[in-house]
Nanobody, 123 residues
Framework: QVQLVESGGGLVQAGGSLRLSCAAS????????MVWFHQGPGKEREFVAA????????YYADSVKGRFTISRDNAKNTVYLQMNSLKPEDTAVYYC????????????????WGQGTQVTVSS
């Protein structure tokens, strides 16, 4: 089992920045590909960004490419999502998840999920 706890969400004006963190405990964090999804009001959960177990490969949704950066620190058992130039449409609950498989854009590939952290971007 891997336990994941997100933090860093909040209210920010459009154009601002936030950094989300996802702290892991339990099994060896460095074995897991990690991902961020978000789910806006009345919407399905959507892929945001993913990172391989060693941080060597990263993947982004087109909507966040160039604005968001995913990274990880395996010594701290933490994955991050740096969000810059935030837009009102980024408003959502952000979830981190982990998988022993290769990084995937599909939520079905991930076995462990955090509880989510709310990000609200005002216009």
């Amino acid at each position: 089992q891997v336990q994941l706890v997100e933090s860093g969400g909040g209210l920010v004006q459009a154009g601002g920045s936030l950094r989300l963190s996802c702290a892991a405990s339990g099994r060896t964090f460095s074995n897991y590909a990690m991902v961020w999804f978000h789910q806006g009001p009345g919407k399905e959960r959507e892929f945001v960004a993913a990172i391989s177990w060693d941080g060597g490969n990263t993947y982004y949704a087109d909507s966040v490419k160039g604005r968001f950066t995913i990274s990880r620190d395996n010594a701290k058992n933490t994955v991050y999502l740096q969000m810059n130039s935030l837009k009102p449409e980024d408003t959502a609950v952000y979830y981190c998840a982990g998988s022993l498989n290769r990084p995937s854009r599909s939520s079905y590939e991930y076995d462990y999920w955090g509880q989510g952290t709310q990000v609200t971007v005002s216009s």
